[in-house]
């Protein structure tokens, strides 16, 4: 059974910064999509950062600029490095991983974090 723990989120003022971390367990063989999502009080869960295997990493465009993804493929852990951070940032990120083929199950499977809170305020 493929688990993702993410860890990092807080309250930080604004132009703070925050790290956040994702990492997966649980037998796996390959990962081919790694990415960030948020989710706003009473809006959707809309894509911050995320790549693919041998692509380069797409960011929301809100967040260009500001905050950088990156992948540690050897502990299948996720990063997202947040800086110069706004109220609008605030809300629940969530960590995906998309077509993880792992010993547990014969087809590949998309996982999700249970999530983690950032608060941006002063």
């Known amino acids: 059974q493929v688990q993702l723990v993410e860890s990092g989120g807080g309250l930080v003022q604004p132009g703070g910064s925050l790290r956040l971390s994702c990492a997966a367990s649980?037998?796996?063989?390959?990962?081919?999509?790694m990415a960030w999502y948020r989710q706003a009080p009473g809006k959707q869960r809309e894509l911050v950062a995320g790549f693919t295997s041998g692509s380069s990493p797409h960011y929301a465009d809100s967040v260009k600029g500001r905050f950088t993804i990156s992948r540690d493929s050897t502990n299948n852990t996720v990063y997202l490095q947040m800086n110069s951070l706004k109220p609008d940032d605030t809300g629940v990120y969530y960590c995906y991983t998309g077509r993880v083929y792992s010993s547990g199950s014969p087809t590949p499977l998309d996982y999700w974090g249970q999530g983690t809170q950032v608060t941006v305020s002063s």
């Open positions: 649980g037998s796996i063989t390959s990962i081919y999509a």
